[in-house]
């Protein structure tokens, strides 16, 4: 049973430029959920989605950032016109249907973006 | 409000035990975590406890909770330089099923 998958695993973008980012989930696995690990910090959540609904995106910026998880297909996290403050390592985390039990998220190995 | 904090540096011989300290401020977390993370990989759970915990031992991990001072500390017995890594400890709260987690401690281990 493969991991959580993402990819890629590095992206370099321009100012202004879009960045995509995309998370397959554990076989099985029906949650998604975001977190953003700036340098030196610990990580913060943005978003959790369950197949074709956002349930909170209480930790996403305002603007510019948007997810989504398909009926088919990886989840994604879209940033449109990046700047150098969103350099950072992007993590997707998976757990499997149900209540949402919060011991059985796991995570990706990550995408480590960066602007210049 | 949500806050997980942690010391940053921690430095032990092989052999030796560590323990990692971790702070939070929500009465009302009702999971705690700890996860490891290795360098340019993504974290894995090590293990968890529950609020009406006390203690939980799991092989060489030893995690106690003080709820009182909500204190949450990971011992790890006979430390090994393959435990070097980034420690973050995490908090998720009654029904809620994202986490928080502190800045995370980075445990060296020399040989």
């Known amino acids: ?116 | 409000g949500e806050d997980v904090e942690q010391s940053l540096f921690l430095s032990v011989r092989e052999g030796d035990s560590s323990v990692i300290n971790c702070t939070y401020t929500d009465s009302s977390s009702t999971y705690l975590y700890w996860y490891k993370q290795e360098p340019g990989a993504g974290l894995q759970l090590l293990t968890y406890i529950f609020s009406n915990m006390d203690m939980k031992q799991d092989q060489r991990l030893t995690v106690l909770l003080n709820k009182k001072d909500k204190h949450l500390s990971l011992r790890i017995a006979d430390t090994q330089t393959g435990d070097s890594a980034i420690y973050f400890c995490a908090e998720s709260l009654s029904g809620y099923s994202t986490l928080t987690f502190g800045k995370g401690t980075m445990l060296l281990v020399s040989p």
């Not at chain 1, 690990?37 to 959790?48: A, D, N, T």
């Not at chain 1, 398909?70 to 989840?75: A, Q, V």
């Not at chain 1, 993590?91 to 249907?97: L, V």
Request: charged residues 25%; proline residues 9%.
């Open chain 1, 1 to 116: 049973n493969a991991g959580v998958m993402q990819n890629p695993r590095h992206l370099v973008r321009r100012r202004g430029q879009e960045a995509r980012l995309r998370c397959s989930p554990m076989k099985g696995h029906s949650h998604v959920y975001w977190y953003r690990q700036l340098p030196e910090e610990g990580l913060k959540f943005m978003v959790y989605l369950q197949k074709e609904n956002i349930i909170d995106e209480s930790g996403m910026p305002k603007e510019r950032f948007s997810a989504e998880f398909p009926k088919e297909g990886p989840s994604i996290l879209r940033i449109q016109q990046v700047v150098r403050g969103d350099s950072a390592a992007y993590f997707c985390a998976s757990s499997p249907p149900g209540q949402g039990s919060p011991y059985e998220q796991y995570f990706g190995p990550g995408t480590r973006l960066t602007v210049t």
